[in-house]
């Protein structure tokens, strides 16, 4: 069975960084396509940076550009959020999400279009402030 597992989370005051992490199991890594989504409260969810893990296609929100980078080890099975230069406005849950790139590709799975991804994990929390 798929499973994704959240980590990395935190408090950290504004200008900071943190770096999460999503570890997979249950599947191929290289087939798939892996998300980071967030949703802060009262707001909808949103895709921050999505990932074809195959080609190395990216895909991140603008307002995340340039300061986040996603990234992944196969070996480990793991796909990382690198987040500097954090602000309030970056804030939330933080999900990590997988489909095969046969279905998904970075942008379109970043975007919410069609069905949504198959797999999330539970989500790690976010929190900038001072």
């Known amino acids: 069975q798929v499973q994704l597992v959240e980590s990395g989370g935190g408090l950290v005051q504004p200008g900071g960084s943190l770096r999460l992490s999503c570890v997979t199991s249950?599947?191929?890594?290289?087939?798939?396509?892996i998300g980071w989504f967030r949703q802060a409260p009262g707001k909808e969810r949103e895709g921050v940076s999505c990932?074809?893990?195959?080609?190395?296609?990216?895909y991140y929100k603008d307002s995340v550009k340039g300061r986040f980078t996603i990234s992944r080890d196969s070996a480990k099975n793991t796909v990382y959020l690198q987040m500097n230069s954090l602000t309030p406005e970056d804030t939330g849950i933080y999900y990590c999400?997988?489909?095969?790139?046969?279905?998904?590709?970075?942008?379109?799975?970043?975007?919410?279009?069609?069905?949504?991804?198959?797999?999330w994990g539970q989500g790690t929390q976010v929190t900038v402030s001072s």
């Open positions: 999400a997988a489909d095969l790139l046969y279905d998904f590709s970075a942008q379109s799975m970043c975007l919410m279009r069609g069905v949504g991804p198959g797999s």
């Open positions: 249950g599947i191929t890594l290289e087939y798939y396509t």
């Open positions: 990932f074809e893990i195959s080609s190395g296609v990216t």
